[in-house]
Nanobody, 120 residues
Framework: QVQLVESGGGLVQPGGSLRLSCAAS????????MGWYRQAPGNERELVAT???????NYADSVKGRFTISRDTAKNTAYLQMNNLKPEDTAVYYC??????????????WGQGTQVTVSS
């Protein structure tokens, strides 16, 4: 069993910053990829950023230059530093991880989501 727990969301004014965290726990062999996605009301979930192990980071065009994804492999944790936030960044942010369990099966997991609201 694997769990992803997100934290760090909240209310921030335009131009402000937030740092999201996602900690994976449970029976994990290794984590292949971690990433952040977001979903605004009425919209589909969309990619924000990903960070594969040993691979290049990937960002949505809308967040390039403002958001930074990072990863602490030893802690099974991913972070999303969000700077210069805009109202259109308002969404529920979900952590995603592609994880190999000890049986060597590979599964994708989602966190419960954390609300980010950017408003004056």
């Amino acid at each position: 069993q694997v769990q992803l727990v997100e934290s760090g969301g909240g209310l921030v004014q335009p131009g402000g910053s937030l740092r999201l965290s996602c900690a994976a726990s449970g029976t994990i062999f290794n984590i292949l990829t971690m990433g952040w996605y977001r979903q605004a009301p009425g919209n589909e979930r969309e990619l924000v950023a990903t960070i594969p192990s040993g691979g290049s980071t990937n960002y949505a065009d809308s967040v390039k230059g403002r958001f930074t994804i990072s990863r602490d492999t030893a802690k099974n944790t991913a972070y999303l530093q969000m700077n210069n936030l805009k109202p259109e960044d308002t969404a529920v942010y979900y952590c995603n991880a592609v994880i190999r369990v000890p049986s060597k099966d590979i599964h994708g997991y989602w966190g419960q989501g954390t609300q980010v609201t950017v408003s004056s």
